[in-house]
């Protein structure tokens, strides 16, 4: 699947940092690390409809900047980021608003293409429908069913049987738990399971919590040649499972996503890719904080959402909405309101105000700053993203800069190169 253009992010004198970050499953900020120089991320994409609502932005601009700090760090990044371009919310959109579902999905995503482009977030390496990866669903599908680990529910409405996983199965030949990776008890996960597209209630389930691998076909809904299987199409959390083992190696650096993909999602894409393998799925699981619009949840379906779209269609700065996702830290929830964007874009005009108004003796050409000697500025920002990747903390050294109160920089240039690559924040247009 095409993603979208990469923005301009200039070349940094290479600045190691030992970076730390929150991880769910520990419940602890802990040292992350990568192997050989490289890092791995996998970031749960969209569902396409209603694309891209604040949440979404605030999800891929966080992790942006986890990917910007990786590469100012020397490290090369292998970024993984699917779409669930078949899924049972976007077939009821799709159903309710008279289009056809690959019409929805497709308009959908360059939509998500377009705002990511503008929000200049870097595409990822591999950007990937989970339609296009059905075939390596049903081989693990399969290979679930031949360990023991997945099991048929039989059907009034379909000519075949929907698979799930048995998570008693998964428990007793894997190092998995349930709970482990989203770290809720056992009443939490049965209130959030039907929220969040389980069926408890289904009738020939071993366990109300076990997940759905594989849906028969039924008449009138979208289905693949499912071999062993039989016709059908693939449940939610074994899509990214097979994505992200196919692209990335496993355990992979980062597994990132919105807070509500904790559970269910999260859970059971590692459980998936446990069972079948032996081995975790990620090293740290990253999940960022809801956000509200004036003190409510932001959610499809109350249909108070901000789309990033809409905003940019009255002529708000899309550097400006950056600067706002970027001045809540990742893991917080926050509430949107016009204001707040208001004062986002005064800060940035205050950042780009301070760097023209830089003494003239800092304008001189680049080629007499040495290349290889990082910024008291890229210092600082660095710093503050090597500590959970404290973006807050980042803007408020930039405001120190600004300020005039960080070590003199010897290029403006430099300083607008600093920010763009850290922060992926233009301070010249």
Not at 83 to 98: F, N, Q, W, Y
Not at 181 to 190: C, F, K, L, S
Not at 223 to 237: K, S, V
Not at 255 to 263: V, Y
Request: aromatic share 8%; hydrophobic share 40%.
């Amino acid at each position: 699947m095409r993603s979208w253009s990469a923005p301009d992010v200039p070349s940094l004198p290479q600045l190691a940092e030992s970076l730390r970050l929150y991880d769910t499953p520990n419940a602890a900020t802990l040292p992350t690390t990568s192997d050989d120089g490289l890092a791995s991320l996998y970031v749960c994409g969209i569902t396409p409809y209603d694309a891209t609502h604040l949440g979404h932005a605030n999800t891929y601009v966080q992790f942006d900047l986890l990917v910007r700090y990786w590469r100012a760090a020397g490290l090369q990044v292998n970024y993984v980021q699917n779409v669930t371009d078949i899924d049972d919310p976007l077939l009821e959109r799709a159903e309710a608003t008279g289009v056809d579902w690959r019409e929805l999905a497709e308009e959908q995503t360059e939509l998500f293409r377009q705002d990511m482009d503008a929000l200049d977030v870097i595409p990822p390496t591999s950007y990937i429908g989970a339609v296009e990866m059905i075939p390596e669903v049903v081989e693990d599908v399969e290979r679930l069913a031949d360990l023991g680990i997945a099991y048929q529910v039989e059907t009034d409405d379909a000519a075949g049987a929907d698979y799930y996983f048995d998570i008693a199965a998964a428990e007793s030949r894997s190092d998995w738990r349930l709970g482990s990776v989203g770290g809720y008890d056992r009443p939490t996960m049965e209130e959030l399971f039907p929220e969040r597209g389980g069926d408890p209630q289904r009738s020939g389930k071993r366990d109300p919590l076990d997940p759905l691998l594989w849906r028969a076909r039924r008449a009138g809904e979208p289905y693949w040649d499912g071999a062993g299987l039989g016709e059908g199409r693939p449940g939610w959390h074994i899509e990214c499972s097979v994505i992200a083992r196919r692209r990335l190696p496993a355990p992979f650096t980062v597994q990132g996503g919105g807070s509500d993909l904790r559970f269910p999602h999260h859970e059971f894409s590692a459980a998936h890719a446990t069972a079948a393998d032996q081995v975790p799925l990620a090293q740290r699981y990253m999940h960022t904080g809801m956000v509200g619009l004036q003190g409510e949840k932001m959610s499809k379906s109350q249909g108070n959402l901000v789309l990033i779209s809409r905003l940019r269609e009255r002529g708000e700065d899309p550097q400006a909405m950056r600067t706002l996702l970027l001045s809540n830290h990742w893991r917080s929830d926050w509430s949107y309101t016009d204001a707040d964007l208001s004062r986002a874009a005064e800060r940035l005009t205050a950042w780009k105000q301070a760097l023209a108004a830089a003494p003239q003796a800092q304008h001189d050409d680049a080629a007499a700053v040495d290349a290889d000697a990082p910024e008291e500025l890229q210092r600082a920002l660095m710093a503050a993203l090597a500590d959970n990747l404290d973006a807050p903390a980042a803007l408020d050294q930039l405001d120190q800069w600004a300020a005039g109160n960080l070590a003199a920089t010897t290029s403006t240039k430099r300083v607008a190169e600093v920010v763009q690559a850290l922060l992926g924040l233009d301070l010249t247009s």
